[in-house]
């Protein structure tokens, strides 16, 4: 069963709501590992939405997946972080552009590759912890 558009608004605005709620009460490392779920989803979502056959390249999802990625991007202490920030950035910038690109392609493959290269840095920056 297909969702309704109100259906996928709604849910929406609920995890809007319940993120809102757990990034008041987060540390640094808890908000980036939220921003890690969302840009998650958000290559998720545009990787089915593809498989659809929709277009999407002015879609919501893309547009919260690269600000998401400039938003981890700028906010790199590079002056605590030293090199490990240097590369962090240099890895947010070729997502962007693998992001540009496979939106551009409307590419479920590179979404689909994208989306594991950002799993990979997830799951090693939520072993921080």
């Given at each position: ?46 990787a ?72 990979t ?9």
């Amino acid at each position: 069963m297909a969702a309704t558009a109100s259906t996928v608004r709604a849910t929406g605005l609920y995890r809007r709501l319940q993120h809102e709620s757990r990034a008041a009460a987060a540390d640094p490392v808890e908000l980036v590992t939220m921003l890690y779920d969302e840009l998650e989803t958000a290559v998720g979502v545009l990787a089915s939405m593809v498989r659809q056959g929709q277009r999407i390249s002015a879609t919501d999802p893309a547009h919260r997946a690269r600000t998401i990625l400039i938003g981890l991007d700028v906010n790199l202490d590079h002056e605590a972080g030293g090199d490990v920030a240097v590369a962090l950035s240099r890895v947010y910038r070729s997502m962007r552009r693998k992001l540009d690109d496979a939106v551009a392609q409307n590419s479920a493959e590179a979404l689909d590759e994208l989306l594991n290269g950002i799993v990979t840095i997830s799951s090693a920056w939520r072993q921080i912890r």
